[in-house]
């Protein structure tokens, strides 16, 4: 069964690097999500993408944060200066509708640990 | 925000016994979802319930919807130890936004 897949599983760096986290969303699906959670916190929304381009972010989305589809597969994440807050489970999912958003399909995240 | 804030944080039930938790939010939505997560899982679709309708089910899953009261709850039947899990509500919005909940800490025992 198709699935959704992240690298890394988990990533340590240090505070102030750059860290780029990628996924391969399902190959038929057109709008790409990423969502973080902080250890025991709720899964809070970062940012939509459609079309090559971001459809909507939310206010933790700021300049710090970036997503890229560099080719026909990949789907990133760049977090260019880290901070320790930014230590969380980081989450991407696609869905293949438009319209009314269905069923989200996620991938088993890349765990984010900021030192 | 229109997030859904689950309702009780946690549930201990014997195996077995049936486990309920629900789900109120804000605002007026097209859908709600219910996930389910594993312990440092990724989250994991398990019903989806549009604004229309009142109750769907799924396997041992019974959804409903009640949007006057603005609220939903997950019912699992019979539950096995493989139902532990955290259990969260995602509404969606006119803004096509799946926005979680806090989610239930769901353990069952043996």
């Known amino acids: 069964e198709p699935e959704v897949t992240q690298t890394p599983s988990h990533q340590v760096t240090q505070m102030g690097q750059e860290v780029i986290l990628r996924c391969v969303p399902i190959?038929?699906?057109?709008?790409f999500y990423w969502y973080r959670q902080i250890l025991g916190q709720k899964v809070e929304f970062l940012v939509s993408?459609?079309?090559?381009?971001?459809?909507?972010k939310s206010e933790i989305f700021d300049d710090q944060f970036s997503v890229e589809r560099p080719d026909g597969s990949n789907f990133t994440l760049k977090i260019r200066s880290t901070k320790l807050e930014d230590s969380a489970m980081y989450f991407c999912?696609?869905?293949?509708?438009?319209?009314?958003?269905?069923?989200?399909?996620f991938g088993e995240g890349s765990r984010l640990t900021v030192l | 925000s229109q997030q859904g804030e689950e309702d009780p944080q946690a549930l201990s039930i014997q195996e077995g016994e049936n486990a309920t938790m629900n789900c109120s939010y804000k605002?007026?939505?097209?859908?709600l979802q219910w996930y389910r997560q594993n312990s440092g899982r990724g989250l994991v679709h398990l019903i989806l319930?549009?604004?229309?309708?009142r109750e769907k089910h799924s396997g041992r899953l019974r959804v409903t919807l009640d949007t006057s009261k603005k609220s939903s709850s997950l019912l699992i039947t019979a539950s096995r130890a493989a139902d532990t899990a955290s259990y969260f509500c995602?509404?969606?919005?006119?803004?096509?936004?799946?926005?979680f909940g806090a989610g239930t800490t769901v353990t069952v025992r043996a």
């Open positions: 999912a696609s869905t293949p509708l438009g319209g009314e958003t269905g069923e989200l399909f």
């Open positions: 190959s038929n699906h057109l709008y």
């Open positions: 993408f459609y079309n090559n381009e971001i459809s909507e």
């Open positions: 605002t007026s939505i097209n859908n």
């Open positions: 319930i549009r604004s229309n309708e």
């Open positions: 995602a509404t969606v919005g006119g803004d096509y936004k799946l926005s």
